[in-house]
């Protein structure tokens, strides 16, 4: 595999918009990047530029679809296409009630052969990758060959990327949050996806917290992790403060402060002056003002004194290799 996944960052609802993909972008060169799930519905009926409009720095950058009728994705593929993202991802993973009366994401699990012909008809309209993000089981549905036979459906249709989040989605009974956290993880099922399918890219995704590569998989998908601590993303050689200066620039080219500074409030986390950072960033009375001067007076609010350090253990430290199942 070429690495293009080694290191990604899920897409995940009113968070990964394109505030937040560029910030993250001033922390990591290469991680993949993707937009919130975009339904098909609005797309075709709603606003257009307001979904898929991003900055260029974005890049590598992806965007999301849920539905579940191929004519209508492959529509909104090639909208996809035309506003210049690298890929186009099909959500088969999402267990919310409002998807289930959709009849698309996690649910579609269940019927393999309408994924692939979705899939089919995306890669027809457009000429970027498709891919697909999904679960390791549906409901009570425990069996690896649930998910295998999925894959093997998906994949005739020309699917190459697969990314698992490594929990089955229960579909009645637990909110979209618990399903992150009650259903077990499942890596060795990952793993095992890997061995059975060799010439595919597999991505593994759910409870990962580091960014560090995974045995036997080919790339990692960070989540929450990457929200609420997002230096866990950076370069080697990054600093706090070049990240800020260069979010100020970008901000004071936003019609909204507060819509920028909301996605930096982790930035600091395990600083000892990361209470004050969130605090000046949260500041109604400032952020009112909408000027984007207050970025960089938390920082040198932070940066300032006697030179506060990260928390042992805290970033900037290369880490180890994590040890799963």
Not at 42 to 68: C, D, M, Y
Not at 192 to 218: C, H, M, S, W, Y
Not at 242 to 247: A, F, P, S
Not at 264 to 284: E, I, K, N, Q, T
């Amino acid at each position: 595999m070429n690495g293009r996944h080694r290191l990604c960052v899920a897409p995940m609802m009113d968070w990964t918009d394109r505030h937040f993909r560029y910030f993250l972008r001033q922390l990591s060169s290469g991680a993949f990047l993707y937009t919130e799930m975009i339904t098909t519905g609005a797309l075709l009926h709603g606003n257009v530029e307001r979904h898929l409009a991003f900055s260029k720095e974005e890049h590598p950058v992806a965007a999301q679809l849920g539905g579940s009728e191929p004519d209508e994705l492959a529509k909104c593929a090639k909208l996809v296409e035309q506003y210049g993202y690298d890929e186009v991802n099909l959500n088969i993973g999402c267990p919310s009630e409002r998807v289930q009366r959709g009849a698309f994401g996690a649910c579609l699990m269940a019927e393999p052969d309408l994924v692939a012909d979705c899939v089919r008809a995306m890669r027809a309209a457009v000429g970027i990758p498709v891919t697909v993000k999904h679960r390791t089981g549906l409901n009570a549905m425990e069996d690896f060959s649930f998910m295998e036979k999925f894959v093997g459906a998906v994949s005739e249709a020309g699917c190459r990327t697969f990314i698992v989040h490594a929990r089955n989605a229960v579909l009645k009974g637990l909110s979209p949050k618990q399903n992150r956290e009650i259903p077990p993880l499942k890596y060795d099922y990952v793993r095992r996806l890997k061995r059975d399918f060799p010439a595919l890219e597999i991505v593994l995704n759910g409870g990962l917290t580091q960014n560090v590569p995974v045995p036997g998989v080919d790339g990692i998908m960070l989540g929450r992790a990457a929200y609420h601590d997002p230096w866990v993303m950076a370069d080697p050689g990054k600093t706090r403060p070049e990240v800020v200066r260069k979010m100020h620039a970008y901000a004071s080219g936003q019609a909204s402060l507060r819509s920028v500074a909301r996605h930096m409030l982790g930035l600091y986390h395990g600083h000892r002056r990361a209470r004050l950072w969130r605090r000046m960033l949260s500041d109604s009375a400032r952020l009112s003002q909408n000027d984007p001067a207050l970025l960089l007076e938390a920082m040198e609010a932070v940066e300032s004194g006697s030179q506060a350090k990260p928390v042992p253990g805290e970033p900037h430290e290369r880490r180890t290799e994590i040890q799963i199942g």
